[in-house]
């Protein structure tokens, strides 16, 4: 058990709806990672944030925003989904911005 | 642009059969390269973190070993319960972030 948590595990919906994935990072961590994998792209970043801020940028689509909160837990948010966003979300915690990262179990999404 | 680049896709090994999974990267100042595991349905699992060309770490039945274009996750006798995907990542100088190789799929064998 890493201590980063990820909700909901599984989730099916429909093209064009909107989805939200939490992430708790472990305690006392300040950073929190957002990756997407998927079979033929395999893990690709998406976005940092560091202490409540937007610290780095990956190619996440503009239809996906995420957000740290004040107690450290942070949420991304997929809009206007399409087949293709169909992947596994990953959220990976670290106490710095140079210290390992630590996996939650990952949100698989569908859309059909 | 940083990349990593791991090889072989998939590897199957018997019970015991020692080898080796590489993995190669090219990036703009090493600050870190990673190994993770990952089963199947899970999270990567953090391994190890190498820094410097020489070094190496050693958990239970695996090694790793980094030199300046490579590193390499020598695995020792293993077991069937060491069956998973083998991540290899770097983060260069200026980001936060670690680019991830697509994996090595080992198989072990009883």
């Given at each position: 058990d890493s201590g980063v948590t990820q909700t909901p595990k599984h989730l099916i919906t429909?093209?064009?709806?909107?989805v939200t994935l939490r992430?708790?990072?472990?305690?006392?961590d300040l950073s929190v990672y957002w990756y997407q994998q998927s079979l033929d792209q395999g893990l690709q970043f998406l976005i940092q944030y560091y202490n409540g801020e937007e610290r780095a940028k990956g190619n996440i689509l503009e239809r996906f925003s995420?957000?740290?909160?004040?107690?450290?837990?942070?949420?991304?948010?997929?809009?206007?989904?399409?087949?293709?966003?169909?992947?596994?979300?990953?959220?990976?915690?670290?106490?710095s911005n140079t210290g390992e990262l630590f996996f939650g179990e990952g949100s698989r999404l569908t859309v059909l | 642009?940083?990349?990593?680049?791991?090889?072989?896709e998939a590897l199957r090994l018997q019970e015991g059969e020692s080898s080796s999974l590489n993995c190669s990267y090219t990036v703009s100042g090493l600050r870190g390269l990673f190994w993770y595991r990952q089963d199947p349905g899970k999270g990567p699992e953090f391994l190890f973190t190498l820094y410097s060309a020489g070094e190496e770490k050693e958990k239970e039945r695996l090694k790793a070993?980094?030199?300046?274009?490579?590193?390499?996750?020598h695995i020792t006798a293993p077991k069937p319960e060491d069956s998973a995907t083998y991540l290899c990542a770097v983060r260069n100088q200026g980001a936060q972030k670690l680019v991830f190789g697509q994996g090595t799929r080992l198989t072990i064998n009883p």
């Open positions: 429909a093209t064009g709806q909107r992430c708790s990072p472990r305690s006392g995420a957000q740290q909160f004040p107690d450290l837990h942070s949420e991304l948010n997929l809009s206007s989904l399409e087949l293709g966003d169909s992947a596994l979300y990953f959220c990976a915690s670290s106490l | 642009e940083d990349q990593v680049t791991q090889s072989p070993t980094l030199t300046k274009k490579e590193s390499f996750l």
